[in-house]
């Protein structure tokens, strides 16, 4: 198992026998060695269980990055984009979040926050949504918006919505899931087609499963 292991000034990981470990990706191998993504791109990349304790991830595109489990303790995450990122269970202990981009990102009750230095984040891309709308958070707003995203799912429609099928879909999700109360708490129109739904959902609930049955 490479799970957690500390790379860091690794030499000649890619003579080695990797398997489908996390190192095949050339990107995250050099990431895990130099731990310095500045800027750098690691869209749909696999770095379950990865040890980033600490990395340079500032900037750093991560749409639809697999975090789950991965060790972000005091990770430099400012102005990353974490759009539909997947963070199970993933420790982001004294990581700074200053500034990222938190669209449908993927947690969980077990996904760990304490002592984040954030300042402000966005909800929507291209620093859309602010939160806060203007200043910064106090200490422990961040974590209460947190506890919030944990119980609902933002459904996001970019082109309008046709409220037939979203209807339709809806209920069928309602129908396959009975045993999981399934609310809509607001619907907000953004402006140029961007339309919201947040629908509540208790914090235990596979959020990536409800809104892939919907969107």
């Known amino acids: 198992m490479l799970e957690h292991v500390c790379w860091k000034d690794a030499q000649k990981l890619d003579r080695a026998r990797l398997g489908n470990s996390i190192l095949t990706n050339p990107s995250v191998r050099e990431l895990l060695v130099t731990r310095n993504g500045y800027k750098k791109s690691y869209i749909d990349a696999n770095l379950r269980t990865a040890n980033l304790n600490g990395v340079n991830l500032e900037q750093a595109n991560m ?13 430099n995450l400012k102005n990353a984009n974490l759009l539909e990122s997947l963070v199970l269970d993933t420790d982001f202990t004294g990581a700074t979040l200053t500034g990222a981009c938190l669209e449908a990102w993927n947690v969980d009750h077990n996904t760990k926050l304490d002592n984040v230095d954030c300042q402000y984040v966005y909800l929507l891309r291209n620093q859309q949504e602010r939160r806060p709308s203007s200043g910064y958070f106090a200490p422990g707003e961040f974590t209460k918006l947190f506890q919030e995203v944990l119980s609902t799912v933002d459904l996001i429609f970019r ?9 339709s879909a809806f209920k069928q999700v309602q129908v396959e899931n009975e045993d999981i109360p ?22 235990d609930t596979n959020k990536e499963k409800i809104y892939s049955k919907i969107i």
């Open 63 to 75: 749409i639809w990055a697999d975090l789950t489990c991965a060790d972000l303790r005091h990770a």
């Open 182 to 203: 399934l609310e809509i708490q607001s619907i907000q129109n953004k402006g140029d087609g961007v339309v919201v739904i947040r629908v509540s959902v208790p914090p």
């Open 159 to 167: 082109n309008g919505i046709d409220w037939k099928a979203f209807v």
